[in-house]
């Protein structure tokens, strides 16, 4: 009986200053699919991920998450409800081992569970690779590791939305390939909405799109219904495939 | 051995230490040794704040001052038994905290060292302004009959010594037990970027607030101890001076570490005690000291440690 969307934006907007980078944003996310969000740079899709998780304040418009009107809680209590944010630019605790950071996201649901927690960071680092690499301390990790180890502290969340902004970025080829690898496998246990610039990433893991263009959601469906897209074509696709 | 019990060792190790120091030292030495571990109570408190969580606050001297002259006047002027006047002092430490951090909190950075030493400015200006009880600058004395708890004479050497020892070491087993919980690595998480922290879930406001009065707690515990031991409550106590003591044992020691702050008071009271017998200049003697060690030991003695061969060090 759940609903098919798991969260829905009303009419979502910022503005920095005079710069609109969301107008009016209606969005649904549809519960267990995953859902990529593209449009070109300065889009407005930071920004929009950023109102959801409660970590931008959004200047207009409503969230609602499992049908509950969330806008006016702070970022945290959003994350306590399953949302689970991972940053464009890399946000990890550089001073600490990669297994404490992995440690820190799960923490917060298994305090009282020492032994479920080192289960759950130790699955989780092996579910990305980063198992030999537990007790570096993160900071030393090389830029993609870093990467993948932001992804890992989304996973040890277990969110009910995960939210991933450019997590691709500065990725290796091959460690793409495992990133994608990662989101089939995931698709199904959550709610997946990535924003993407590599169209392969999008096109292999995507069951819906949205795109967004000078902070307007331009247009939101299958993919096949985006590729055949004029307006999307004219805006984003036909200039940007090969980025 | 797991990190964890050669840390547990390594902190019962210290008290043992302490202990048996008391009948090695000369009498003199002993006596200083109780004023060091009372002020690493003191230290150890503020590390909480500073070394944890990263807050940087330029007015604990008022939560010290809270609770010696909340013990000092209670016992004085009150009458209250010592253990009662004690709790008092205690609690008036706590609530000052809470009540600074509900304020103080609202700003980071630059803002929150400044906003905190004007608290403390002010704390120190109504220990002045009610002279008549608080007698100023000039303080008061707790007289020797005041000092005594359950028949044990606090101002002979020996009760003072064991009374230091017995309030650092729970202070210090406490404190080395709340590091490790998860609320003691959430504020290293705080510390470390608190933003993260914030979008992994953990509401960092009432982190650090919580942290704040616990260090204000610790910071009282020191102040009415101090009181008590050495039978002393002045206004001193409550100057910018006392505020920056604090920071600079914790940066010599080793922020953020669980025998950092005790190092610290240990190496500067010494560096104070035996410069002092050489020159008049001794502060330049101390200050260049404090340069050498920022340079090579940034992260203090405990720091040092730390990195070279005790890796486990909490
Ligand atoms: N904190 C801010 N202050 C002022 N302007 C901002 C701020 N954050 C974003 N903007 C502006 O808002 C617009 C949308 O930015 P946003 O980061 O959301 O875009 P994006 O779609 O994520 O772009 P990219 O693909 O480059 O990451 C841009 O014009 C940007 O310059
Ligand atoms: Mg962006």
């Given amino acids: 009986m759940a609903a098919v969307n798991i969260l829905e934006t009303r009419g979502l907007s910022k503005s920095f200053g005079g710069v609109h980078a969301n107008s009016d944003v209606d969005f649904e996310l549809a519960r267990g699919k995953v859902t990529a969000l593209i449009g070109p740079n300065g889009a407005g899709k930071s920004t929009f991920v950023g109102m959801v998780s409660g970590r931008i304040e959004a200047t207009r418009g409503q969230v609602l998450f499992e049908g509950a009107d969330i806008s006016h809680l702070p970022a945290h209590k959003r994350i306590q409800l399953g949302l689970a944010y991972t940053f464009q630019i890399t946000s990890i605790f550089a001073g600490l081992s990669v297994e404490e950071n992995v440690a820190l996201a799960a923490r917060r649901l298994l305090a009282g569970q020492p032994e479920a927690l080192v289960k759950r960071v130790t699955s989780v680092l092996a579910r990305v690779g980063l198992s030999d690499r537990a007790v570096q301390i993160a900071g030393d990790l090389s830029y993609g590791h870093q990467r993948i180890l932001e992804i890992a502290m989304g996973l040890a969340q277990e969110p009910k939305i995960f939210i991933l902004d450019e997590p691709t970025q500065g990725l290796a080829e091959s460690e793409v390939d495992d990133f994608i690898t990662l989101v089939r496998a995931l698709a199904g246990e959550t709610t997946i909405l990535l924003i993407e610039h590599n169209m392969r990433v999008v096109m292999e893991t995507a069951d819906m799109i949205a795109v967004l263009d000078q902070g307007r959601m331009l247009a939101e469906g299958t993919p096949d219904d985006i590729r055949a897209n004029a307006d999307v074509q004219a805006a984003y696709l036909g200039t940007s495939t090969d980025a | ?314």
Avoid at chain 2, 19 to 29: D, E
Avoid at chain 2, 215 to 239: E, N, R, W
């Fill in chain 2, 1 to 314: 051995m797991t990190d964890n019990s050669k840390s547990n060792l390594m902190h019962i190790g210290v008290l043992v230490v302490l202990f048996a120091l008391f009948f090695i030292l000369p009498v003199y030495h002993a006596g200083n040794m109780s004023r060091i571990m009372v002020l690493a109570v003191y230290a150890m408190g503020f590390n909480l704040l500073f070394g944890y969580t990263g807050l940087l606050s330029l007015g604990h001297a008022m939560f010290f001052a809270a609770g010696m002259y909340g013990f000092g006047l209670t016992t004085n002027l009150g009458g209250l038994p010592v253990p009662l006047a004690f709790g008092f002092g205690v609690i008036c430490a706590g609530v000052l905290a809470l009540v600074v951090g509900f304020l103080a909190l609202r700003t980071i950075g630059v803002a929150f060292m400044i906003v905190t030493l004007m608290f403390a400015q002010t704390a120190y200006l109504v220990v002045l302004y009610f002279g008549t009880y608080t007698r100023g600058d000039e303080g008061f004395v707790i007289q020797q009959a005041q000092r005594s708890i359950a028949g044990i004479d606090l101002t002979s050497e020996t009760g003072r010594y064991f009374t230091a020892l017995l309030i650092f070491g729970i202070c210090f087993l406490l404190i080395a037990r709340l590091v490790q919980t998860p609320f003691g690595k959430t504020l290293v998480a705080i510390r470390e970027n608190e933003e993260r922290t914030r979008m992994l879930g953990y509401d960092s406001h009432r982190h650090k607030l919580k942290i704040l009065v616990i260090s204000g707690l610790f910071s009282g515990v020191a102040g009415a101890t101090y009181a008590l031991l050495f039978g002393y409550v002045g206004a001193t106590f409550a100057t910018v001076q006392y505020s920056i003591f604090p920071l600079v044992w914790v940066l010599l020691g080793g922020a953020g570490t669980t025998i950092g702050p005790l190092i610290g008071v240990f190496f500067m009271f010494y560096l104070i005690n035996i410069s002092s017998g050489f020159t008049d200049a001794y502060m330049l003697v101390v200050g260049v000291v404090l340069v050498l060690l920022t340079l090579f030991a940034p992260h203090g003695l405990a720091g040092l440690l730390r990195k070279k061969v005790l890796t486990w060090l909490p």
